[in-house]
């Protein structure tokens, strides 16, 4: 598994339609929380939220991103994007549209 040193580098390696996707997210958070940092860690995708980090990653099928606990209140937009088996991922298909609206809620929410 290659090593990644940047975010860029990181989206840069994926084919180009989900490498799109990524720095779409990639801008959302920058949009949105200028101050926020973004890194490698745990080999994928890392943005600073306030105190917290959300993690963005790349595989076949879809988007990943988590951890997804602590915004109750958006639940019901949630539960159609939760990874199967795991409680706190949500899955972002490629094969359908992202959901910016609800990717920049869950940002301002973990950043509050």
């Given at each position: 598994?290659?090593?990644?040193?940047?975010?860029?580098?990181?989206?840069?390696?994926?084919?180009?339609?989900?490498?799109?996707?990524?720095?779409?997210?990639?801008?959302?958070?920058?949009?949105?929380?200028?101050?926020?940092k973004?890194?490698?860690?745990?080999?994928?995708?890392?943005?600073?939220?306030?105190?917290?980090?959300?993690?963005?990653?790349?595989?076949?099928?879809?988007?990943?991103?988590?951890?997804?606990?602590?915004?109750?209140?958006?639940e019901?937009?949630?539960?159609?994007?939760?990874?199967?088996?795991?409680?706190?991922?949500?899955?972002?298909?490629?094969?359908?549209?992202?959901?910016?609206?609800l990717?920049?809620?869950?940002?301002?929410?973990?950043?509050?």
């Amino acid at each position: 598994m290659k090593k990644f040193e940047t975010v860029d580098e990181y989206i840069h390696e994926q084919p180009s339609a989900v490498a799109e996707r990524l720095a779409t997210i990639q801008a959302l958070f920058h949009e949105l929380l200028p101050d926020t940092k973004e890194a490698i860690r745990y080999q994928i995708l890392s943005f600073s939220v306030g105190s917290h980090y959300l993690y963005v990653s790349a595989y076949k099928k879809h988007i990943g991103m988590y951890p997804m606990y602590g915004i109750p209140e958006l639940e019901d937009e949630l539960a159609p994007y939760r990874g199967k088996g795991t409680k706190d991922s949500l899955h972002f298909p490629h094969s359908a549209p992202l959901p910016l609206d609800l990717i920049k809620k869950i940002i301002i929410a973990k950043a509050a």
